[in-house]
């Protein structure tokens, strides 16, 4: 009877260890993931009725072994390489968690990202509330990574709006935080006016001004320039003036050289483009991040 209390004792020892400790490598203990496609890593596979997915060719045609997983790229997207950057495993999506009844343990993290999402949604909030309270260890969740990045559907559908999505994503955020969560790198909305999407629309094949005007970064000129991209204009995978008017799917052209361009589809970057993103946020100390880069926050 002692022995096997000295065994249970043990055991209980051993899982809080897991938890508080990580190795030297892992910047944080876990990584939770929220926003829309630009870093859905799968979630939108298991959705029944979903309109945005990307669970077949060309998508993921640079993924390891050329397998297509739901993300919205030629390869490898902004989630992949934050995980990087932070020394973790790419956090799951739950659905796939859920639906395969998985007893993969969450404490490296789960992503709740899925393609579509927007900040007017009304997210999962039972699932978001089971998942982050069954640690229940708010100084777990105080050294975790919360990525959110949310906000171009938003635009995209009614930009007009964008008081109420301000607002919206502040109550969304104090939820989170009330969790125990406070490290977050919320990412802004890029030059979306700039989307093949949107230029294709244009006589002159120029971005939308009126759309720019509310996004966080309308450098996007500059990227042929400072990041090496050729092309900035025309989506890498698609049918139509800048492979723009019909979707990327197993009957589009794409381009061969996929690092020169970036945007992969007519919304969403390549592999290449997300990587240098990531970069920036993890590096950069002035130009893309405020008030501290990606590295800094992590070091607290």
Not at 90 to 118: D, H, Q, R, W
Not at 182 to 198: E, L, M, T, W, Y
Request: with cysteine; charged share 15%.
């Amino acid at each position: 009877m002692a022995h096997n209390n000295i065994l249970v004792i043990l055991i209980i020892l051993s899982i809080f260890i897991f938890m508080f400790t990580y190795s030297q490598a892992q910047k944080a203990p876990a990584m939770f993931i929220f926003g829309d496609s630009l870093v859905d890593v799968g979630n939108n596979n298991h959705l029944k009725f979903s309109m945005n997915e990307a669970d077949f060719s060309h998508y993921g045609i640079d993924f390891p072994n050329k397998v297509f997983t739901g993300r919205f790229s030629n390869g490898r997207n902004a989630a992949d390489f934050l995980a990087e950057k932070v020394g973790l495993p790419t956090s799951p999506p739950y659905l796939s968690m859920i639906s395969n009844k998985s007893n993969e343990n969450f404490l490296n993290g789960v992503s709740f990202a899925s393609g579509g999402a927007g900040i007017f949604d009304d997210t999962d909030k039972q699932s978001c509330s089971s998942i982050l309270n069954s640690t229940n260890l708010r100084q777990f969740l105080s050294k975790s990574l919360f990525p959110i990045v949310i906000g171009s559907n938003d635009i995209f559908a009614y930009f007009q709006y964008v008081d109420s999505m301000a607002l919206s994503i502040t109550v969304q955020l104090k939820r989170i935080y009330d969790f125990g969560a406070r490290k977050f790198a919320i990412v802004g909305v890029g030059s979306i006016g700039c989307c093949p999407s949107i230029r294709k629309d244009i006589y002159t094949d120029e971005c939308n001004a009126e759309i720019n005007y509310w996004c966080a970064n309308q450098k996007r000129k500059k990227l042929n320039s400072v990041f090496g991209f050729i092309e900035v204009q025309t989506a890498c995978c698609g049918l139509g003036h800048l492979r723009a008017v019909f979707p990327c799917d197993l009957f589009s052209a794409y381009c061969p050289n996929r690092n020169d361009h970036d945007l992969w589809d007519a919304y969403h970057p390549t592999e290449a483009a997300a990587h240098i993103i990531v970069d920036n946020m993890y590096h950069d100390t002035s130009n893309y991040s405020f008030p501290m880069n990606l590295r800094d926050l992590l070091a607290i």
